[in-house]
């Protein structure tokens, strides 16, 4: 299968044009607040993976407002031009080809050699986002706050575009920026992202460095910004690989970077070394709200942009969002590169419901003792796969993208004291809070991957836990004896009594959530679970001792999950925004569209 056609778009108007050609696209013709209100309304629509949305006049800015660009399947295949599974697929097929090379692999190869040249960028001298040329004014763009909690109004799709000051390799990441002013933001470099790693780089000489953050362009190129490419790869010559078009860049106006010629602004300036301000909070895609802390601060020098340029957003929150068909594009285009220094490793999926980050499940063989722990060492020591929280690894012929059959290879195959390994301290998501510490905290493998070691089919129906404690106010028996509790208060206490109830049966995992949580809604269900616990502070055994130094868990056990004082409160909208969006639904779309809550 070719990779794709080449793809048809130079810019975001290109593919704004052909969306709405498509019925993909909806315009707002109303006046609209980017405080709140559009948050409210994508995130209705989002649900129903419904069309992208191009606010034309969001109230108190200078530009239209676009939203929801990639928040389908449909959409992002639009883009870049085929399903990105087949693409990564592809790549992947061409390099294991060309090992070793020779005339006729070369042959065969052809389309992916010339796709390659593409990767070479073309340098102009005048380009459509350098049409105008202004001081700094952030507040004539639409920037969004997205919930109530926020610290500010904060740009969400600002690709932000750096380079290493010995190597002047290139990275472009999306990182968020709270407004302070007409021309200072912050900069939310996490820790182990590529532009994080230019600043430290720049700090450690005691030197600037130069930024320039990219605001629209050709949608690849838009997507290849959140791809989890090895640190030292190119996302902007990717995107030409992807495409199949050179990427078109320019000169920046007040420093050295060379940014794209077709984007719809530049934001160009300079990021200190040493100045930190308070940052956040901010409603992020673990369905919290990140709190404030320090970060650095982004000084703007100069704007350019398009004379009628369009300002992109995106929110993010309690799954679904539209970062649920980013990330599963782009888990779907780079995963098949993994198989390249994983040769075992058969598939993997990392679960949006979770944050991404939470939960890992992996198919492997196993091809001599314990190198399911070599593998799941190795994917931790590969990108941004280094701030998985829980991996499951199962057998190969196992659908890992699947969350009941993760379990139930767990019932089948799992046991606590040979196959599971926790790490008490190792790198985290800087947005994970559940240790306390930013940054850091315990990671859980789980292996599924042996013998069976159950005879017996896993539970269908259980006691009602409610009879044992009247704190339990709600619970679910999923697939592998893997029991959902509800508990109001005292869920520790709780749960080390059901551990050791006898009349719970053939239950393997416990797990407890807040009131808070939906245990019917599979997706919200997943997300309570795994964004709200640390694995070694949240977890509870039927037994556990330590043979010498080694922890030995036995029997059942429990998880917290629960809501626990100190973690940042969980997004909820302000119910007289829901109220005036139920008011104005008609306004936005027509009376004949109904509500998509």
């Given at each position: 299968?070719?990779?794709?056609?080449?793809?048809?778009?130079?810019?975001?108007?290109?593919?704004?044009?052909?969306?709405?050609?498509?019925?993909?696209?909806?315009?707002?013709?109303?006046?609209?607040?980017?405080?709140?209100?559009?948050?409210?309304?994508?995130?209705?629509?989002?649900?129903?993976?419904?069309?992208?949305?191009?606010?034309?006049?969001?109230?108190?800015?200078?530009?239209?407002?676009?939203?929801?660009?990639?928040?389908?399947?449909?959409?992002?295949?639009?883009?870049?031009?085929?399903?990105?599974?087949?693409i990564g697929e592809a790549i992947v097929k061409t390099i294991d080809r060309l090992n070793p090379p020779s005339l006729s692999t070369l042959w065969h190869s052809r389309e992916f050699l010339i796709r390659a040249l593409a990767m070479r960028p073309r340098i102009v001298r005048q380009a459509p986002v350098q049409e105008v040329s202004e001081e700094p004014d952030l507040t004539r763009l639409p920037v969004l706050q997205c919930w109530p909690g926020d610290g500010g109004r904060f740009i969400t799709f600002g690709m932000v575009l750096t380079e290493h000051p010995h190597t002047r390799r290139r990275n472009l990441g999306l990182y968020r920026l709270h407004i302070y002013d007409e021309r200072t933001t912050g900069m939310h470099w996490q820790?182990?992202?590529?532009?994080?790693?230019?600043?430290?780089a720049a700090e450690q000489q005691g030197v600037p460095l130069d930024v320039a953050v990219v605001l629209g362009g050709d949608p690849v190129l838009m997507l290849a910004s959140?791809?989890?490419?090895?640190?030292?790869?190119?996302?902007?010559?990717?995107?030409?690989?992807?495409?199949?078009?050179?990427?078109?860049l320019v000169k920046a106006q007040t420093s050295p970077l060379l940014v794209p010629a077709n984007a719809e602004f530049?934001?160009?300036?300079?990021?200190?070394?040493?100045?930190?301000?308070?940052?956040?909070?901010?409603?992020?895609?673990?369905?919290?709200?990140?709190?404030?802390?320090?970060?650095?601060?982004?000084?703007?020098?100069?704007?350019?942009?398009?004379?009628?340029?369009?300002?992109?957003?995106?929110?993010?929150?309690?799954?679904?969002?539209?970062?649920?068909?980013?990330?599963e594009a782009a888990g779907l285009l780079v995963g098949p590169l993994i198989k390249l220094i994983q040769p075992n490793v058969r598939d993997l999926w990392a679960f949006y419901e979770a944050g991404f980050h939470n939960l890992l499940?992996?198919?492997?063989?196993?091809?001599?003792?314990?190198?399911?722990?070599?593998?799941?060492?190795?994917?931790?020591?590969?990108?941004?796969?280094?701030?998985?929280?829980?991996?499951?690894?199962?057998?190969?012929?196992?659908?890992?993208?699947?969350?009941?059959h993760l379990l139930r290879?767990?019932?089948?195959?799992?046991?606590?004291?040979?196959?599971?390994?926790?790490?008490?301290?190792?790198?985290?998501?800087?947005?994970?809070?559940?240790?306390?510490?930013?940054?850091?905290?315990?990671?859980?493998?789980?292996?599924?991957?042996?013998?069976?070691?159950?005879?017996?089919?896993?539970?269908?129906e259980i006691v009602d836990p409610r009879r044992f404690d009247s704190r339990i106010v709600d619970y679910r028996l999923l697939e592998g004896g893997f029991l959902v509790v509800v508990i109001a208060r005292d869920a520790r206490q709780v749960l080390a009594d059901l551990l050791r109830w006898p009349e719970l049966g053939p239950v393997k995992f416990i797990v407890a959530v807040s009131p808070d949580v939906k245990v019917q809604d599979d997706e919200n269900l997943i997300w309570g679970i795994f964004t709200r616990f640390d694995p070694a502070r949240d977890m509870l055994a039927e037994e556990m001792r330590l043979v010498g130094a080694r922890p030995l868990y036995r029997g059942r056990l429990a998880i917290d999950a629960t809501w626990k004082e100190g973690y940042p409160q969980p997004l909820e909208m302000d119910p007289e925004i829901q109220r005036r969006v139920d008011r104005r639904w008609g306004e936005y779309f027509g009376p004949e569209v109904r509500d998509m809550s």
């Open positions: 299968m070719p990779m794709n056609p080449r793809t048809r778009f130079d810019d975001l108007h290109q593919f704004i044009n052909h969306l709405e050609k498509k019925g993909e696209l909806r315009r707002i013709r109303v006046e609209v607040d980017p405080v709140l209100e559009v948050s409210e309304i994508v995130q209705r629509v989002v649900k129903q993976e419904g069309p992208a949305l191009l606010f034309e006049r969001p109230r108190g800015a200078d530009f239209p407002l676009l939203i929801n660009l990639f928040g389908s399947h449909r959409r992002i295949e639009e883009a870049l031009g085929n399903h990105p599974e087949a820790s182990m992202k590529g532009g994080r790693g230019h600043y430290f959140v791809l989890p490419l090895p640190e030292d790869v190119d996302e902007i010559t990717f995107a030409g690989l992807l495409s199949g078009r050179r990427p078109s530049i934001l160009e300036g300079h990021v200190p070394p040493f100045e930190r301000r308070r940052e956040g909070p901010f409603g992020d895609h673990f369905g919290h709200y990140s709190e404030a802390a320090d970060f650095p601060v982004f000084h703007l020098r100069r704007v350019t942009r398009r004379r009628k340029a369009i300002y992109p957003a995106s929110v993010v929150g309690k799954p679904p969002q539209e970062d649920k068909y980013i990330g499940g992996v198919a492997v063989a196993e091809r001599h003792p314990k190198e399911v722990l070599k593998t799941a060492f190795g994917l931790l020591g590969v990108g941004q796969l280094s701030l998985t929280k829980v991996m499951v690894l199962v057998r190969e012929e196992v659908n890992c993208r699947r969350f009941d290879e767990l019932w089948w195959r799992f046991d606590p004291a040979e196959r599971m390994l926790l790490i008490p301290t190792a790198p985290l998501d800087t947005l994970d809070f559940t240790s306390f510490t930013m940054h850091t905290g315990s990671k859980l493998i789980l292996d599924a991957t042996g013998e069976r070691i159950m005879s017996a089919e896993p539970p269908r």
